[in-house]
Each structure stands twice: as structure tokens, then as C-alpha cells.
């Protein structure tokens, strides 16, 4: 699978830019705040229907304009698809093939991306919601399913934390427990299953990383379980907090609280990690949920690899280029400096020069 065309108009601080990318190695390079990662955002928009950097519609029309477009013609399994974003205010559409689209459902899965970027670095040492949604987008990814789960979960807390606030009695707040408890297992039960999967590709990727001198883990902090034991051990948390919750008017315990667990060492990565052991963690996830998804899909998801060579040192660069040499996807990654990236061992490589929002089509020397 690979993006054939890119066609950004009015976006951010891109007037009309369109590109033909190389199956390979997409190579985006240019002094910062040129549109570097305007370009990568796009890209990531088409294949989430949201961006990675949480902006709303509205912003990503460029400055004075009412409208903004972004059109990417993706080729998978030989079939080529058309899909379109069109923002307009605070209002966004999607169009597949020319043919509006109704359910969000529809879009997402067709498009996959992986998304490395500086601001995942740190949320080994950030708040626990950061890594909540590091995990929710990698299962998200492998199963599309799951994002109407969670959002059947949201829906039932949003409904239950108003009830509690309003002070409503026992009584009325039971049929929510029994929702929030059904749809809240599920959630635990999927990413508990994703792990199980990941962790031991995360674990020999950190090994490859360091040598072999540092051991990684990642953890979940409800223990692992059938679906039903998954219901009464988190009925046994409602049973638990249900004086305090009452106190405080909302839900202290559920999936919507749990903290993944990032370890090295056997020493948690938030309070003990040092930076290279943080850069070193992030690069083994990404790497081992790149396998993961491969595996799951059957095709290879497209990478967006943000000013990565800032954020890692040599040795890293080394062994993440070398697992890109090993595969066949197609890669879009941003620097600053054009040589930094160029004969890196790769048999395609496209080069694109991004200027005030502009791109030039450059040989990679």
C-alpha cells in the first residue's frame, strides 16, 4: 500500500501544493516553519480524520481563506481509491471516490498510518492520558472497531459522571454502572489483548536497541482475564469507590484512570527513565507496532517519521534505518538538512524541498 498522489489546497500555510511521492522514501526537508509538517499532518488526516497535533477543522484552513482541501489517491492490493477531506469553517466532510461519506466508520482502515513525531518522546514522563491514547491509537489501528467501542465507553461515563454530580441516589445510578461496567470491560479486555501481542516484539526490539544491556516492559494495571472477570473486577472497583465517587461527583476508577505501565529495567520509565532510555522506548513501540499492524492487516502501513533525526542519536538512526532498508512501505520523513538523510542505503529516494509552503521536487545527492 502506498500514497500515489498528495494534493493540498489551502491548507495551513500551503496555498496549492500536489506531489508525487515515491513508494519508498519520502524525504521532506527545509528550515523549520516552512510546512514540513503541515505536509506530514495532511497525510495522517487522510488515514485518521483527525489530526495528531489536536487542532480543530477551523485551523487547518490557511489564513484568510473560507475553505481548505486535502486529496490523496492511494493504491492497496492493486486498487486504487480516491479520498478527500474538505474543511469549511468548523464544519469537515469526507468524500471516498467522489461519493460522500456518512459514518466515519467508512473512512477509517482505509488510509493506515504511523505517526512518530517529538511530542511521543515525551509521554514516557507525561501524564497518564497521554498514554492511554498512545495505546487506544495503536489498537485502534489493528482493529478499527474499537474507536466505537470506546466511544459507546465515553458516552456512558459522560452520562454517569452528570448523574453523580447531580447527587441522583442508588437507585438511578444503577443501570449506568451496568453500562459503564459492560462497555468498559470490553475496552480493558482489547487493550489487554494488544499488548499481549506487542510486548514481546517491544521486548526484543529494546534488546536489539541497547545491546542487549537494558530489558523493557510495558504493563497494564488491571491483570489480565476473561471478559466476565474483567465485568466483576471492575464492579468490585465501582463497589470500592462509590463513597468518594458520590463525595466528589464523578468516576474515579475505570479504563478512562488506568495508566499503562513502562518499565526498564524493572524501573518505571515516568520516574526513574533518563532520555536516551525514553527515546529508546518510544522507538521500540513504534518499531514493534509497525510489525504488529503489518501482520494484522496484511499490508505495510505508511510511516511519518517527524524530525526524527532530532530526536534520536546515532546508534538509534542506525538501527531504525536499517529496519526500514528491511521492509517495502512507503516512508515520509522530515529534517532540516537534506545530506543528514540521503544515502542511507535505500534504493528510492524522493526529495522534496518545502519553502513558505511550497514544494520542489530535489535530487538527493
Given at each position: 500500500?502506498?500514497?500515489?498522489?498528495?494534493?493540498?489546497?489551502?491548507?495551513?500555510?500551503?496555498?496549492?501544493?500536489?506531489?508525487?511521492?515515491?513508494?519508498?522514501?519520502?524525504?521532506?526537508?527545509?528550515?523549520?516553519?516552512?510546512?514540513?509538517?503541515?505536509?506530514?499532518?495532511?497525510?495522517?488526516?487522510?488515514?485518521?480524520?483527525?489530526?495528531?497535533?489536536?487542532?480543530?477543522?477551523?485551523?487547518?484552513?490557511?489564513?484568510?481563506?473560507?475553505?481548505?482541501?486535502?486529496?490523496?489517491?492511494?493504491?492497496?492490493?492493486?486498487?486504487?481509491?480516491?479520498?478527500?477531506?474538505?474543511?469549511?469553517?468548523?464544519?469537515?466532510?469526507?468524500?471516498?471516490?467522489?461519493?460522500?461519506?456518512?459514518?466515519?466508520?467508512?473512512?477509517?482502515?482505509?488510509?493506515?498510518?504511523?505517526l512518530f513525531s517529538?511530542?511521543?518522546?515525551?509521554?514516557?514522563?507525561?501524564?497518564?492520558?497521554?498514554?492511554?491514547?498512545?495505546?487506544?491509537?495503536?489498537?485502534?489501528?489493528?482493529?478499527?472497531?474499537?474507536?466505537?467501542?470506546?466511544?459507546?465507553?465515553?458516552?456512558?461515563?459522560?452520562?454517569?459522571?452528570?448523574?453523580?454530580?447531580?447527587?441522583?441516589?442508588?437507585?438511578?445510578?444503577?443501570?449506568?454502572?451496568?453500562?459503564?461496567?459492560?462497555?468498559?470491560?470490553?475496552?480493558?479486555?482489547?487493550?489487554?489483548?494488544?499488548?499481549?501481542?506487542?510486548?514481546?516484539?517491544?521486548?526484543?526490539?529494546?534488546?536489539?536497541?541497547?545491546?542487549?544491556?537494558?530489558?523493557?516492559?510495558?504493563?497494564?494495571?488491571?491483570?489480565?482475564?476473561?471478559?466476565?472477570?474483567?465485568?466483576?473486577?471492575?464492579?468490585?472497583?465501582?463497589?470500592?469507590?462509590?463513597?468518594?465517587?458520590?463525595?466528589?461527583?464523578?468516576?474515579?476508577?475505570?479504563?478512562?484512570?488506568?495508566?499503562?505501565?513502562?518499565t526498564v529495567g524493572?524501573?518505571?520509565?515516568?520516574?526513574?527513565?533518563?532520555q536516551g532510555q525514553?527515546?529508546?522506548?518510544?522507538?521500540?513501540?513504534?518499531?514493534?507496532?509497525?510489525?504488529?499492524?503489518?501482520?494484522?492487516?496484511?499490508?505495510?502501513?505508511?510511516?511519518?517519521?517527524?524530525?526524527?533525526?532530532?530526536?534520536?542519536?546515532?546508534?538509534?538512526?542506525?538501527?531504525?534505518?536499517?529496519?526500514?532498508?528491511?521492509?517495502?512501505?512507503?516512508?515520509?520523513?522530515?529534517?532540516?538538512?537534506?545530506?543528514?538523510?540521503?544515502?542511507?542505503?535505500?534504493?528510492?529516494?524522493?526529495?522534496?524541498?518545502?519553502?513558505?509552503?511550497?514544494?520542489?521536487?530535489?535530487?538527493?545527492?
Amino acid at each position: 500500500m502506498y500514497l500515489r498522489r498528495l494534493v493540498l489546497h489551502n491548507f495551513r500555510n500551503l496555498e496549492h501544493a500536489e506531489m508525487l511521492p515515491d513508494r519508498r522514501f519520502n524525504v521532506l526537508w527545509g528550515a523549520n516553519a516552512q510546512g514540513k509538517t503541515n505536509i506530514l499532518e495532511g497525510i495522517y488526516l487522510l488515514g485518521h480524520l483527525k489530526s495528531f497535533r489536536g487542532a480543530p477543522g477551523s485551523e487547518m484552513i490557511r489564513r484568510q481563506m473560507t475553505a481548505g482541501r486535502l486529496l490523496g489517491e492511494v493504491m492497496r492490493g492493486g486498487v486504487l481509491t480516491t479520498i478527500e477531506l474538505t474543511f469549511q469553517g468548523q464544519q469537515k466532510s469526507a468524500r471516498i471516490n467522489g461519493k460522500p461519506v456518512a459514518k466515519s466508520s467508512e473512512f477509517l482502515g482505509l488510509f493506515p498510518t504511523i505517526l512518530f513525531s517529538p511530542e511521543e518522546v515525551g509521554l514516557a514522563r507525561g501524564y497518564p492520558a497521554g498514554r492511554r491514547a498512545l495505546l487506544d491509537r495503536a489498537v485502534f489501528q489493528a482493529d478499527p472497531p474499537f474507536l466505537d467501542r470506546a466511544r459507546a465507553y465515553q458516552r456512558c461515563l459522560q452520562q454517569r459522571n452528570q448523574l453523580l454530580k447531580e447527587g441522583c441516589d442508588a437507585t438511578q445510578l444503577s443501570p449506568w454502572n451496568e453500562n459503564l461496567i459492560l462497555t468498559g470491560a470490553r475496552l480493558r479486555l482489547d487493550r489487554i489483548g494488544y499488548l499481549q501481542r506487542l510486548v514481546p516484539q517491544l521486548q526484543d526490539i529494546y534488546r536489539q536497541i541497547t545491546a542487549g544491556r537494558e530489558e523493557a516492559d510495558l504493563e497494564y494495571p488491571t491483570r489480565a482475564g476473561t471478559e466476565e472477570e474483567l465485568r466483576e473486577g471492575f464492579r468490585r472497583e465501582l463497589e470500592q469507590a462509590a463513597a468518594q465517587e458520590r463525595r466528589l461527583g464523578r468516576t474515579l476508577v475505570g479504563p478512562h484512570r488506568d495508566d499503562p505501565y513502562f518499565t526498564v529495567g524493572g524501573h518505571s520509565l515516568r520516574q526513574y527513565g533518563s532520555q536516551g532510555q525514553q527515546r529508546s522506548f518510544m522507538l521500540a513501540f513504534k518499531t514493534a507496532q509497525i510489525i504488529d499492524l503489518e501482520a494484522t492487516i496484511g499490508h505495510q502501513p505508511v510511516l511519518l517519521l517527524d524530525d526524527m533525526t532530532g530526536e534520536l542519536d546515532r546508534q538509534r538512526q542506525e538501527f531504525f534505518f536499517q529496519f526500514l532498508r528491511s521492509r517495502q512501505g512507503q516512508v515520509f520523513v522530515t529534517a532540516t538538512e537534506l545530506q543528514a538523510l540521503c544515502n542511507k542505503g535505500f534504493d528510492d529516494v524522493r526529495s522534496f524541498r518545502v519553502s513558505e509552503g511550497s514544494l520542489q521536487d530535489v535530487a538527493c545527492q
